[in-house]
């Protein structure tokens, strides 16, 4: 089993959730508990740094998604920082391009929520 971590920083407003390694439906459960505990704590602006992210399975995005409604119903956002190429062209595929914010990476996120 591929190994995923998961650090949380802030800048400014924003909550910085960075992954790395391999998102499936092993560790998922860390990506959900990162936004989950952003919830709790009324941090609505979130940014996920995918720059170190090699792989995203469905239940990643899952956890994204189900998810992300929460964040806007409280005026804020889920914005996806330097996915790689296949992980756009998964979301692409999805439909789900138009739905997410995409950025090149965390300092463009993070400046496009001001």
Do not use: C
Request: glycine share 8%; net charge neutral.
């Amino acid at each position: 089993m591929k190994e995923l971590a998961v650090a949380v920083r802030s800048a400014g407003s924003v909550r910085v959730i960075t992954l790395t390694g391999f998102l499936d439906a092993h560790n998922s459960a860390e990506l959900a508990g990162a936004l989950d505990d952003a919830l709790k704590a009324k941090q609505l602006r979130v940014v996920l740094d995918l720059s170190a992210l090699q792989y995203m399975g469905s239940a990643g995005i899952e956890a994204i998604i189900s998810r992300l409604g929460r964040f806007r119903e409280g005026q804020g956002d889920i914005r996806l920082a330097a996915p790689a190429d296949k992980v756009v062209k998964v979301f692409d595929l999805l439909g789900l391009t138009s739905i997410l914010s995409l950025h090149q990476d965390a300092a463009a996120a993070i400046a496009a929520y001001k």
